[in-house]
């Protein structure tokens, strides 16, 4: 008698376990659920078998082969497309017209008496016999309804409570007459309980029902595998589990390696070659696959660990699946339910929340909370906060659902019956994402002051003017059409600060968020003058004096500066050529190469129409790019030192505020003008926090980035054009005369790749490293650790806050010396990282 295994299905409910692997080689205590199927095939006698294979056959094929290895013969029937469970056997049609066969699951586990149920099946003339189980919970099988004598009188598939008539439901194992192959049409999908069964029944054919008292699961959620592990470990299922029992229930391979000072308490079992240190504690219903390696300190509870996974020092498992190839390291920290792919890398101290799938190749960031399934994005990030805000691709890392979010946690944090400002770029993402935050903004009792698309400087603007609590903007991020950036405002329209970013990841790694009674809902409201507003108030703050029948040429990129220009220039008087003055919903923002080609076509525009300058937004009005009257780009680092010349030559006093990685040369320009300078560090709300004091005069990033202190503490690349007109207006020298007379920098930078958890210990080497030199270094803990030397040269040593970085910064007299100075450091933070 031959029997039939069903190994086609792609348990699609079980995935991630099942995104590169069918289920029938998920492992049940280390071995696939089809292998303990064959076993149990093979106890009864059934040796020779005909496997049935869809999705991932080869899989199947290559690991089982022609059976011999597990004394069986096995051939294989491949279903190009699913024909269903009637379908697929019928597909092996040729190899079983002989005699009766039987068919079973190769993804359930079960140790049902075969030979009693083939017994049964002979007794009764049966054309079919249908092995049955009584169960709990019935809703999710197919029920029988049999008479005393084992007839069955009644089917129904997958029912409702309200259908529920009986417990004992179809286990999917079958015993059968050839002849019942001449029911399923050839090529199509036939299903045997749908459509077979029913049909036969009707007809009054001989169908029985075997109620087995063996052991039956079907392994078809991650509740369910987490289930048979447990039961399998508890001797609840006849299996053959591999190794010899150190002490009861504690399983041990031959092979594996388990130190006297580790901690077990059993059920539990360890594979082939696994290896257990030293104060690693395994407890109940764990199964470490084999290969696997458990450092000193990890704990396991009823945790599966597949085959070759790494287990750093401390980490903290249970409850949870981790696929094969995975690394978990130091401190490393998977809750309950959690299922974690193949080869992924957990880092170290990252912690990922119940329920959690992360799907194979996937790497969660050192310190990282993932409370959201990780399926399309490339990692779990450490920060939901990067330099540009909450960053992502749209609708694979940004999605409505994380919009929703990330609002609801935002709300979470204000008051009910605050405002919020909103407002977004020309991109069509942008606008659909920013729906979902206004939805999620008012159903949380926050009233919404909607802006549509406007220059995030109008945004910022308008959240310090409304009293508004803060604000939420949607932007493309720069160079990649397929990403956008969600920032989020303090009340000031500034970035929002560190620690209000970490607040606001508290109650979003929670997911506590706050919601509205029926009577709290919010309103949405959109300004009628929010433009005018904003030019009206610039241009009472900023001095124009001069500027009129000047001429300049703007490119606005196609971005929203072109929405408040016309009402800017207007007003003053300025002949302005303006190119690229639209809204470009479909490339919002730009490559590289079409960066520098709109930048050489503004030099050209200028030089030729002999204008003052030239300057160039950014597609959301933030930052500019300036070309001076000789149609030269003057470059992001230069084109800070020229207009803090002009601002510092006209206010001849006051404070400016320069971030640490700023050349020194700045500190030559204010010396020379008398104004002071506050060095901050590189964050914007440091910029913008030291923008609010009533001395500062100046502030800008070195990025293209310029604050008008007297206007606004924030990035604002419009006022700082308008100022700019003022000043140039005012000068008697041209950009390029001012350019001519500020000194030469040298100023390099290096990054270094630093492992997260290696960064302390860097910053440390690097301290240590000055003192031993012995060379006199002055040390400044601003940002980073900046060492300065007697002669004016130093060095910044600055670890990234979102990647796993140290920047390396070196400025000296000439180029050669500032290569030797960074070539030093770098070198001392490498040997630290270990890289």
């Known amino acids: 008698m031959k029997a039939v295994v069903m190994a086609g299905g792609e348990g699609t409910r079980l995935r ?3 995104a590169n692997q069918p289920k029938p080689l998920l492992p049940v205590v280390n071995r696939p659920i089809m292998e303990h199927v064959l076993r149990l095939l093979k106890r009864h006698g059934l040796t020779e078998t005909v496997v049935t294979v869809q999705f991932l056959a080869a899989l199947v094929r290559n690991y089982f082969g022609d059976g011999d290895e597990l004394g069986m013969s096995l051939n294989y029937a491949t279903e190009d497309l699913p024909l269903g469970t009637a379908g697929s056997v019928k597909n092996a049609a040729d190899k079983l017209r002989d005699d009766r066969f039987l068919v079973i699951s190769g993804d359930a586990l079960t140790d049902i008496d075969l030979s009693d149920m083939i017994r049964f099946h002979r007794e009764n003339a049966a054309l079919v016999t249908i092995g049955l189980k009584r169960v709990p919970n019935p809703l999710e099988f197919g029920i029988i309804i049999v008479d005393e004598h084992g007839r069955i009188q009644r089917f129904l598939e997958k029912p409702t409570w309200g259908q529920v008539f009986s417990d004992t439901v179809n286990t999917g194992v079958y015993v059968m007459e050839p002849e019942v192959l001449d029911e399923v049409a050839d090529g199509e999908v036939v299903d045997w309980s749908a459509d077979v069964f029913p049909r036969l029944l009707k007809r009054g054919a001989p169908l029985f029902g075997y109620v087995a008292e063996g052991y039956w699961e079907d392994v078809g959620t991650h509740e369910s595998y987490l289930k048979a592990q447990a039961d399998a470990l508890s001797g609840r299922v006849q299996l053959d589990i591999g190794g010899f029992e150190r002490s009861p229930g504690v399983w041990v391979a031959e092979s594996a390696t388990v130190d006297p000072d580790a901690v077990l308490k059993g059920p539990l079992l360890i594979g082939e070659y696994a290896k257990i240190e030293a104060g690693a504690e395994l407890r109940e219903f764990t199964v470490v696959g084999n290969n696997a390696l458990v450092r000193e300190g990890a704990f396991l509870h009823r945790a599966v660990l597949h085959d070759n996974v790494y287990l750093g020092p401390g980490a903290h498992l249970r409850g949870c699946v981790i696929g094969k190839g995975t690394d978990l390291m130091t401190g490393a920290r998977v809750e309950e339910n959690a299922v974690i792919g ?6 170290a101290e990252a912690y990922v929340s119940s329920g959690v799938r992360v799907y194979p190749f996937k790497t969660i960031e050192a310190g990282a909370v993932v409370n959201t399934s990780v399926i399309w994005e490339s990692r779990g990030q450490r920060s939901l906060f990067g330099p540009r805000g909450v960053s ?3 609708n694979v890392e940004i999605t409505p659902e994380l919009c929703v979010r990330l609002a609801s946690a935002y709300a979470t944090t204000l008051k009910k019956g605050e405002r919020v400002v909103t407002a977004r770029d020309s991109s069509l993402a942008a606008r659909a994402l920013k729906r979902a935050v206004i939805g999620a903004l008012t159903a949380s009792a926050i009233n919404v002051l909607d802006l549509e698309a406007a220059p995030l400087p109008v945004a910022r603007f308008h959240t310090s003017r409304e009293a508004a609590a803060g604000g939420i903007a949607l932007r493309t991020t720069a160079g990649d059409p397929q990403s956008v950036d969600i920032v989020f405002m303090d009340q000031r329209g500034s970035d929002l600060p560190p620690a209000a970013q970490r607040k606001l990841e508290r109650v979003y790694s929670r997911q506590e968020f706050r919601r509205a009674f029926p009577g709290e809902i919010a ?5 009628a003058r929010a433009v005018e507003d904003y030019a009206h108030e610039l241009l009472a703050c900023v001095d124009m004096t001069g500027v009129r029948d000047m001429k300049v040429v703007v490119d606005c990129a196609g971005g929203t500066a072109t929405l408040v220009l016309p009402t800017l220039l207007g007003r003053v008087g300025v002949e302005v050529l303006t190119v690229n003055a639209r809204l470009d919903e479909a490339s919002p923002t730009e490559t590289l190469a079409e960066r520098r080609r709109d930048l050489q076509r503004l030099a050209e525009l200028v030089s030729s129409s002999r204008a003052a300058f030239g300057v160039r937004f950014d597609p959301m009005g933030e930052r500019i790019a300036l070309v001076d009257e000789m149609g030269q780009l003057i470059g992001e680092e230069r084109a800070l030192l020229v207009v803090l010349d002009l601002v510092a030559a006209e206010r001849r006093r006051g404070r400016v505020a320069l971030p640490v990685t700023t050349t020194r040369v700045a500190e030559q320009v204010c010396r020379f003008h008398g104004v002071q300078v ?15 004091a009533d001395d500062l005069v100046f502030a800008g990033d070195g990025r293209g980035g310029f604050i008008v202190p007297e206007f606004s503490p924030a990035v604002d690349g419009l006022a700082a054009f308008m100022r700019l007109l003022g000043l140039v207006a005012r000068t008697r020298l041209s950009l390029s005369q001012i350019d001519a007379r500020i000194p030469e920098a040298s100023l390099l930078k290096r990054s270094v790749p630093t492992p997260w ?24 803990t601003t940002d980073g650790v900046r060492l300065a030397a007697g002669d004016g040269s130093w060095a910044l040593i600055l670890p990234a806050a979102t990647e796993p970085v140290t920047d390396v910064w070196a400025e000296a007299a000439d180029a050669d010396s500032a290569q030797a100075l960074l070539e030093r450091w770098a070198r001392i933070v490498e040997q630290a990282s270990g890289t």
């Open 16 to 18: 991630p376990m099942t």
């Open 342 to 347: 193949d080869d992924c890398v957990i880092e």
């Open 392 to 394: 992502g691709l749209v």
């Open 523 to 527: 309103e949405l409201r959109y300004p």
């Open 678 to 692: 506050e060095w901050t560090s590189t964050g914007t709300d440091a910029l913008t926090s030291a923008a609010a």
């Open 757 to 780: 958890a290696a960064k302390g210990a860097v910053m440390r080497s690097v301290i240590e490293a000055a003192e031993a030199a012995g060379e006199g270094f002055r040390v400044d």
